[in-house]
Every structure is written in C-alpha cells, then in structure tokens.
C-alpha cells in the first residue's frame, strides 16, 4: 500500500464536460504531484503542490485546475474535457523534496 | 531545462539473457536520478535510486556522469522482469523551487521471452 489513493479507477465522459479526479493521501506529506501518462511521452507533469494551499504548474497545465485545501486531499479538474485529454493520470506523494514518489493506482480516463 | 531520454521504446530479451535499459539526461545541476517499474496495469514502484547504491531484484544502475548516463542492468533476466521501466529524474533545490519533481523519461517496454 502506498498510502495514496485514487478514484475513480475509471471513468468516461464527453467532450466538454467538467470532471474531477480525486487523490487522497493517508500520510500527512507535503508534496504531492499530478502526472499524465501517455506512450511516447513517459510521464508529463500537469500540477505539484508543496502544501496546502500552494500549488503551482507543472510541463502541461492547461485544461486542467487543481485545490489544496487539506493536506490529504488533492483534486485535478478538467474543466472542460478534451479528447486529448484521454489518458491515464497518476498522483503521487512525498515526503520531502528529494525523497522519491510513491504513487497512487492511476485513473484512466476517457473523453469520448 | 531538464530532459531524460530513454531511446528504446521496445526491448525484447530471452530469460536468462542480459538486459540493459539505457538512460541518458539533460542536466546542468547535481541531478538525482531514479528508476520506476510498472508491472501490467499497475502503480509506478521505485524500483532504485543512484544514492542507494542498492540492487533490487538483481537490478543495478550506476551514475556516470561524463556519459550522463543512468543505465539499468541485469546480468540474467526473468520473465517476471517485463514491465514498463521508466528512468527519471530529479533536479536539485537549488533556488528552493525544486520541490522534489521528476522528470521522467518516455519509458521502456521490456519483454523477456521464456
């Protein structure tokens, strides 16, 4: 168990509807990161968060929102989902800026 | 900026043979660099990091920073090693704006034949 959760596992929607992915962890760490995975292109930083309420962009931001109001929690939201959009999203934790990532179980989404 | 390149898509080996995965970066700085296995549909694992110095599942990586490179080997390779393997990296805080991101590279898909 790597103490991070996320969900839904799955899920479909259409193109240009709002949907948000949840990650929730059981520790109380600091940093916590949204990636989006896609073959060719490895792992793509959307967000990382430092804190609660500190959060700042990562590679690929756009079309994406995220909050930090608890330590534990960190949602991504698409606004305003696009097919490019489809992909598989992983959100991770750490507990101090060089300690390695441990992630959550992904969420794969689609946009139809 | 940072950059990690894993130049093979797809690698596929017998059991028992040899495996290396190659890894080169990108980096002015003192870099931190890491390697991450996903097994079929599952959660990224660390599978070891350069500090270590461990080996994990008779894996290795060493640091060789003339080449910039971070190879992962394995003498003899079973097929419970195919997984996706992706090397990544992690900048020093300099600045303190790290914040203990990676960088990762676009992954290698390891296939070990019985």
């Known amino acids: 168990d790597a103490g991070i959760t996320q969900s839904p596992r799955y899920k479909i929607t259409e193109t240009g509807r709002q949907v948000t992915l949840m990650c929730h962890q059981t520790w109380s760490h600091s940093y916590m990161f949204w990636y989006r995975q896609d073959l060719g292109h490895g792992l793509r930083l959307i967000y990382y968060?430092?804190?609660?309420?500190?959060?700042d962009k990562g590679e690929v931001p756009d079309g994406y929102v995220v909050s930090r109001s608890k330590t534990e929690n960190f949602p991504l939201t698409l606004e305003s989902a696009t097919r490019s959009q489809t992909s598989v999203y992983f959100c991770a934790r750490s507990s101090e800026y060089n300690s390695p990532l441990h992630f959550g179980n992904g969420t794969r989404l689609t946009v139809t | 900026a940072q950059r990690v390149t894993q130049p093979e898509k797809l690698l596929s080996v017998f059991k028992g043979a040899p495996v290396e995965l190659k890894c080169n970066y990108s980096?002015?700085?003192?870099?931190?660099l890491f390697w991450y296995v996903q097994y079929s549909r599952q959660r990224l694992q660390l599978l070891l990091r350069h500090i270590s110095r461990e080996s994990i599942k008779g894996f290795t990586a060493d640091l060789n920073k003339g080449e910039t490179s971070f190879h992962l080997k394995k003498p003899f390779a079973q097929e419970e090693d195919s997984a996706m393997y992706y090397c990544a990296l992690m900048t020093d805080n300099a600045g303190g704006t790290s914040y203990g991101k990676l960088t990762f590279g676009q992954g290698t898909i390891l296939t070990v034949h019985p």
């Open positions: 968060s430092a804190a609660a309420d500190i959060t």
């Open positions: 980096y002015s700085g003192s870099p931190e």
